[in-house]
């Protein structure tokens, strides 16, 4: 018999905040998470990643623009490091190309392959026939799968991010070796695996922010996860964000005078 059948006073809570009250009885790292992408090693990708997550199933949609088309685009969820993406000073051998391996250190290892079928783990990082290969220079990629725990919980502490991979250094349209070989895989040129686009994977309250609130809004929902799993100062939370919007509609209003 489940205790939360129990006790009435749990029963009156589930009653009152059936969403809090879900999260708090499924997996604690439920809860949605986006990522807005930018451009690394000046290749131009930008874009977003919104992943929903169900316990061990993450609901994936990443929408990528200005790849290059007609090649494949390796895209990862990286785990266990600082949680960030590579600066430019990552650049290891000053060839101006920070590679996948220059970004270990601030964006960790694979945890997962967002590949478009078959095996997402970190065994299928290169599985180049198996990852988007859009005609045009933009493509939109939606897949469920699931994930390992010590995925599960880089979500949940903030340190999971977001890259795609796949850039042309030399402007010729495709992947070629003029910049070299891949620091992952000598018979992969450079190009097919440094990373294009990067971007952290945070909480996202509600499912979205209000435009222009990135920026400030990031730091501030990356807790409200584990609040909320404990019940105590969710609402705290979601005030905070409600009086967040209502100082930005403000502002905006200001602005408009
Ligand atoms: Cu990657």
Redesign the pocket.
């Known amino acids: 018999m489940r205790k939360a059948f129990a006790i009435p006073s749990v029963a009156i809570a589930a009653a009152a905040f059936p969403l809090l009250t879900m999260s708090a009885a499924s997996a604690a790292h439920d809860g949605s998470y986006q990522a807005d992408l930018g451009s690394l090693n000046d290749s131009g990708v930008t874009g977003t990643g919104m992943v929903t997550l169900e316990g061990d199933q993450a609901i994936v949609t990443v929408e990528a623009n200005g790849v290059l088309a007609g090649s494949p685009h390796?895209?990862?969820f990286?785990i266990g490091a600082q949680g960030v993406c590579p600066p430019a000073s990552a650049d290891s051998d000053g060839d101006g190309i920070v590679t996948?391996a220059d970004g270990i250190p601030f964006y960790g290892e694979?945890g997962a392959s967002l590949t478009t079928e078959g095996d997402t783990g970190a065994d299928s990082?290169l599985a180049v026939d198996r990852f988007p290969t859009p005609e045009g220079d933009s493509y939109t990629y939606e897949r469920t799968f699931s994930i390992d725990q010590a995925t599960q919980e880089a979500f949940a502490a903030g340190t999971a991010v977001l890259?795609v991979?796949g850039i042309d250094v030399n402007g010729n349209g495709e992947y070629d070796a003029e910049a070299g070989q891949s620091s992952l895989d000598p018979s992969l040129p450079l190009e097919a695996t440094a990373?294009a686009a990067c971007g952290v994977l945070n909480a996202s309250q509600m499912g979205q922010m209000p435009a222009g609130g990135a920026d400030t809004g990031a730091g501030a929902t990356s807790g409200i996860e584990e609040q909320a799993a404990i019940g105590v100062g969710a609402l705290a939370a979601a005030g905070a964000v409600a009086a967040g919007t209502v100082a930005y509609r403000r502002r905006q209003a200001a602005d408009q005078a």
Do not use: L
């Open positions: 390796a895209q990862h990286h996948t694979i990082g890259v991979h990373p």
